[in-house]
Nanobody, 121 residues
Framework: QVRLVESGGGLVQAGGSLRLSCAASGRTFSGYAMGWFRQAPGKEHESVAAIDWNGGHTNYADSVKGRFTISRDNAANTAYLQMNSLRPEDTAVYYC??????????????WGQGTRVTVSS
C-alpha cells in the first residue's frame, strides 16, 4: 500500500502558474511510473501527464503539451506537475496516481485524495 499526498493547488488567474507536488510513502517509489489525472466538474477523469520510473520518458495530454511539465525526484519520493500558462479550462481536481509498473502503459494503481485547481478568467 502506498500513500499519495498532493499539495500545491489553489486559485490562480488565467496565464498564471502552479506547481503541484505528490509525496509518496509506504512502498518503493522509484519502482513505479507516476502520473497526474484531473477531473473537471461533470466530466470523467482525464490523464494529464505521466512519467516512467526513472524519468526517462514522459507523456502528456494534447491539451497541456507545451504548458505542463511532469517530473520526479526519486530520492525525495516526490512527483511534480509544473503548470504554466493556465487556462480556465484547466480548472479541475488534480490527482496523483501511481501506476502498477515501471511504465505508464500499466494500470493506474493507487490514487491520492486530490488537490483543487481553479483558474479564473
Amino acid at each position: 500500500q502506498v500513500r499519495l499526498v498532493e499539495s500545491g493547488g489553489g486559485l490562480v488567474q488565467a496565464g498564471g502558474s502552479l506547481r503541484l507536488s505528490c509525496a509518496a510513502s509506504g512502498r518503493t517509489f522509484s519502482g513505479y511510473a507516476m502520473g497526474w489525472f484531473r477531473q473537471a466538474p461533470g466530466k470523467e477523469h482525464e490523464s494529464v501527464a505521466a512519467i516512467d520510473w526513472n524519468g526517462g520518458h514522459t507523456n502528456y495530454a494534447d491539451s497541456v503539451k507545451g504548458r505542463f511539465t511532469i517530473s520526479r525526484d526519486n530520492a525525495a519520493n516526490t512527483a511534480y506537475l509544473q503548470m504554466n500558462s493556465l487556462r480556465p479550462e484547466d480548472t479541475a481536481v488534480y490527482y496523483c496516481v501511481r501506476y502498477s509498473g515501471i511504465f505508464y502503459n500499466t494500470d493506474p494503481g493507487d490514487w491520492g485524495q486530490g488537490t483543487r485547481v481553479t483558474v479564473s478568467s
